[in-house]
Each structure stands twice: as C-alpha cells, then as structure tokens.
C-alpha cells in the first residue's frame, strides 16, 4: 500500500521569503502524524499544498498516491480537512451547511453522512439548528470538525484542530481522532500544542522555519522532558540559596522574596523526579509542573537547526538568551 501522503524536497517560497524549505515527510497509512512547531513554522503552508489551495514552488507531494492539483473531485472526496481559518459565515443552519457539504462532495451514503454529522455534533456539543454565522468561535469550529469527520475520510488534515475548543471539547475531539485511527483512517494534524499531539500521535515532525528539524515517535522528540517550575518556599533567600543553585536538573533560577515566602521559577530538563525529591527538603508551599512554550522547547533541544535561517526577531531573541548564557 503507497503511504498516505509523501512530500519530497517541498519547497515553497513568498517573494523572497522560503516558507517551507526543502521538506520531506512520509506519513503511513493508519497511524496519526503530529507536525509541530512554532508559529510561522510552515506547518499550514505544508498542510496547503497538500489540499491543493497552493502550490508549491518545487517538489513532489503525493496524496493517497495522487498529485493533489490532478486529483480534482475524486481524490478531494477521500479527504477531510479542516483549514487553520475557518470562515463560516452563512445565514443557513449548520444542519443545511453540513447538507450542502455533503452534497457537493459526492458522498454514496448522504443519509449515512448525515446521521455521522448529528452524532457528532451530540458529543461535541453544537447546536446544529442555528445559523452557523451566528456561531461562536469554537462552535464554528465544531462544525469545520464535523465536515471534515463526518464521510469518514481515508486521509484527515486537519489544521490547528483544537483552536478555540475548551479543555472538555478537546479532550472529545482526540477521541475522534484516536476512533478514526482504529477505523482504518490515517490522519495528519498540525498543532503548537504539545500536549494534544503526545496524547494522539504515533509520529511527529517538529518544524522550525520551514525545515523538520526533529522527527520519530513521540517519546524520542525528547520535548516533553522540558518544564517550567514555580514553588512557593517558606525559607530564608540567603540560606537556601546554594542548595537551591543545585537543584538537578534545573536551569534559568529566578527567586523573588514576597513577606517572608521565596518564590522559586525555572525549568527543569530531564526527570523531574530528583529534582521533585530534592526540593522536598524544603517546607514547600505550593508546586507548579507547566509544559513551556513550544518555541522555548524548540529552540532549547533544537537550537542550532531550528535557528536555520532565522527570522529577524527569532533571531534577536536567540541571541539574547545566548547573552544570558
Ligand atoms: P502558525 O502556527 O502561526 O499558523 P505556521 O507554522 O502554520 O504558523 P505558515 O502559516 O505556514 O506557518 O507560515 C510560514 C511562513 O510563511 C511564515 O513566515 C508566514 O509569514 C509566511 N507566509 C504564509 N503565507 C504567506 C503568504 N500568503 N504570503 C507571504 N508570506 C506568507
């Protein structure tokens, strides 16, 4: 069976700007394929040229082994996608969009279709009897999911997928995505949230400035290892001090004396475990684990090849933090 999408040496360039450069990327059949990466990494660039809404400058990209500009109806038919912006601004209802969307993709099973569409607006929570411009924004984008899920697609792309769904919407929706897996269904997400594609992906690219500077399954990406710590410590900031500079594993210690209670911030790379251990020595107050920013975990594992290129302002907030040490 052909790979359910191929991209040789994608290039795609904006005037002078190179958008995406040179990009390879193989997503098999069946699995779910993470791409992730800052914003202006290229990911919906690269997602485009896969629906044919652009085309590239050069290279090959296959879809479902056809090339998406000579796949016209039939291949479109295969595919769900949900654009990174979504603009649904009718006056019919999200019922006679969906309809409509049905119609035009030539499904064989319109009544089928349907039936996926009001179950799927059920668990997602959207009331498909209103106009869908009356909508707001996260329940626009229910309705771009439902279109997308509703046929049961061979190859769903789906663009920044979670933008604008609270936390419970979210989690439904990686169900979704886990179900189509086991049906059979390959999909390709793009996302600059970490956490939604270590729950969901078997593969992930991580894209810097249009190239893949980091690939493989997710654990290997090494991005989860890094996160930001707060504490809150009842303790003197001279005496704890030196054993708070030794804290494994922990880098960037910023302390703030507030009345008497230290308040600790920082990121620790690696298990959190001995770091965890080790500041329980301290009479801990409060303890806060975040995921840091994506861009911040990119540029830490993958600094030299994410830097590639790099734009004017990524490029005066690396060498900031290089001044920093
Ligand atoms: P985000 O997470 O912010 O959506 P992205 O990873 O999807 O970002 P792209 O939207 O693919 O990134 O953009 C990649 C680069 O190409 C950016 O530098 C962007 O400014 C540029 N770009 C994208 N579309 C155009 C366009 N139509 N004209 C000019 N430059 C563009």
Do not use: W
């Not at 997308?148 to 979670?162: G, K, Q, S």
């Not at 997400?189 to 997710?218: C, F, K, P, Y």
């Amino acid at each position: 069976m052909s790979d359910a999408v191929e991209i040789r040496k994608l290039h795609k360039r904006y005037g002078r700007r190179v958008a995406v450069h040179e990009l390879d990327l193989t997503v098999r059949p069946g699995t779910v394929f993470g791409l992730i990466g800052p914003n202006g990494a290229g990911k919906t660039t690269t997602l485009r040229t896969l629906v044919d809404v652009i085309r590239p400058s050069s290279g090959d990209v296959r879809v479902l082994g056809a090339e998406p500009r000579r796949g016209g109806a039939a291949l479109r038919r295969r595919i769900g996608y949900v654009p990174g912006e979504l603009h649904l601004e009718g006056r019919a209802s999200g019922h006679r969009t969906l309809s409509f969307y049905a119609q035009v993709s030539g499904t064989r099973d319109t009544a089928g279709t349907l039936r996926t569409a009001h179950d799927l607006a059920d668990r997602l929570g959207v009331d498909l009897g209103r106009p869908v411009r009356t909508l707001s924004k996260g329940n626009k984008q229910k309705v771009g999911l439902i279109q997308a899920f509703m046929h049961r697609p061979e190859l769903l792309i789906l663009d920044e997928p979670t933008s604008g769904l609270d936390p419970l919407v979210q989690r439904e929706f990686l169900a979704m995505v886990r179900e189509a897996r086991d049906a059979g269904q390959t999909v390709l997400l793009s996302s600059h949230v970490l956490s939604e594609i270590q729950q969901t992906a078997d593969e992930v690219a991580v894209l810097a400035n249009g190239r893949v500077v980091a690939d493989g399954d997710v654990s290997s990406l090494r991005l989860g290892s890094i996160r930001r710590v707060r504490a809150e410590l009842a303790a003197d900031a001279a005496t704890a001090r030196p054993a708070l500079d030794s804290l494994p594993g922990l880098t960037g210690l910023e302390l703030r004396d507030a009345d008497g209670i230290l308040q600790l911030s920082g990121t620790v790379e690696g298990a959190i475990d001995p770091f965890v251990k080790a500041l329980a020595r301290f009479d801990v107050r409060d303890l806060s684990v975040e995921e840091p920013d994506l861009e911040e975990s990119v540029l830490r594992l993958y600094g030299r090849a994410a830097s590639l290129a790099p734009s004017p302002s990524r490029r005066s907030r690396r060498t900031r933090r290089e001044e920093r040490g």
